[in-house]
């Protein structure tokens, strides 16, 4: 039974990456401090270990790691906003705790290291649909460390041949993503807001675009990356729908009354090019925002 490490297990992606791979029958660790993450959404197949990746010896990393053939790098802090009124935690859990589990990974022979980036990297980008080979512009800490995690994952497959490749994802939704706290998403806050009969609340003008993306296809692409045949090197790859909505058009999918409000500093639009996974990965993505709004109302009662 092959042994592989995911941190941020108990995450919102990690959790259901989890319950994936025990499916297909790997030995599952999981690493997670639980400062986003929930024990309900831990698998009682996976061996749980509760520390901060920023903080864990080495050693104990290495003990951790023994005969891991694959390490799916999830945990972090996500979310712009928070990363901007507080960097320095942000800091931490996403950039010295990457540092830490690749400089481990490498020592301990992982077979192929995957990282969960993100396309804050690209910032306001000018062109649409983004590309990998765009220039990177973050507006955020969070968008910043992200960026500098895949570029220590390509140095460490360049310096110490530690087989990395980086997983950009494009505006996750789906099953266990969080309905409030910092790190809610939109449709998670659209959410929350239906089922207590608010109002739902738009930054700026709510004509901003977003390429959302299934966590299901997210899972699908962290499985597909870790068994690809040949070397990758540190390649960096979108992982995004490739379809974009405003987020009018996503309150409109709930069907609320919407309320303007907070202006704030955002990229206008993201959209995945995402032609570079399906055509090396052979990824695709299925999901389909729309019919899972509904889904999940209906799930919800609202």
């Given at each position: 039974?092959?042994?592989?490490?995911?941190?941020?297990?108990?995450?919102?992606?990690?959790?259901?990456?989890?319950?994936?791979?025990?499916?297909?029958?790997?030995?599952?660790?999981?690493?997670?401090?639980?400062?986003?993450?929930?024990?309900?959404?831990?698998?009682?197949?996976?061996?749980?270990?509760?520390?901060?990746?920023?903080?864990?010896?080495?050693?104990?990393?290495?003990?951790?790691l023994e005969e891991v053939e694959f390490v799916f790098h999830l945990a972090a802090l996500a979310r712009v906003q928070p990363s901007i009124l507080n960097p320095m935690p942000y800091h931490d859990a996403n950039t010295t705790s990457t540092l830490n589990l690749l400089n481990a990974s490498h020592k301990s022979n992982v077979k192929r290291f995957i990282y969960s980036a993100s396309s804050s990297c690209y910032g306001n980008s000018d062109k649409v649909p983004q590309n990998e080979s765009d220039p990177i512009n973050p507006l955020s800490?969070?968008?910043?460390?992200?960026?500098?995690?895949?570029?220590?994952?390509?140095?460490?497959?360049?310096?110490?041949?530690?087989?990395?490749?980086?997983?950009?994802?494009?505006?996750?939704?789906?099953?266990?993503?969080?309905?409030?706290?910092?790190?809610?998403?939109?449709?998670?806050?659209?959410?929350?807001?239906?089922?207590?009969?608010?109002?739902?609340?738009?930054?700026?003008?709510?004509?901003?675009?977003?390429?959302?993306?299934?966590?299901?296809?997210?899972?699908?692409?962290n499985l597909i990356a870790a068994k690809h045949k040949q070397k990758l090197n540190g390649e960096v790859f979108n992982i995004g729908n490739g379809k974009n909505f405003s987020i009018n058009d996503v309150a409109d999918m709930f069907g609320g009354k919407k309320e303007y409000g907070e202006l704030r500093t955002e990229p206008f639009e993201t959209l995945a090019d995402n032609s570079k996974a399906r055509k090396i990965l052979g990824w695709k993505p299925n999901g389909d925002l729309s019919s899972w709004i509904n889904k999940f109302k209906f799930e919800l009662g609202i």
């Open positions: 039974m092959k042994k592989v490490l995911v941190t941020g297990g108990a995450g919102f992606i990690g959790s259901n990456l989890v319950d994936s791979l025990i499916n297909q029958g790997y030995n599952v660790s999981i690493i997670d401090n639980l400062s986003t993450g929930s024990e309900s959404n831990l698998n009682d197949k996976a061996t749980f270990y509760n520390y901060d990746l920023s903080k864990i010896s080495q050693k104990k990393l290495l003990e951790i800490p969070y968008g910043l460390q992200k960026y500098v995690g895949e570029l220590y994952c390509k140095l460490y497959s360049q310096i110490y041949d530690l087989d990395t490749v980086s997983l950009r994802y494009f505006n996750v939704y789906g099953e266990r993503m969080s309905l409030s706290g910092a790190y809610c998403l939109v449709t998670g806050i659209f959410a929350r807001q239906m089922q207590q009969g608010l109002p739902l609340t738009i930054t700026n003008d709510g004509n901003q675009r977003r390429d959302f993306t299934y966590v299901g296809d997210v899972v699908d692409a």
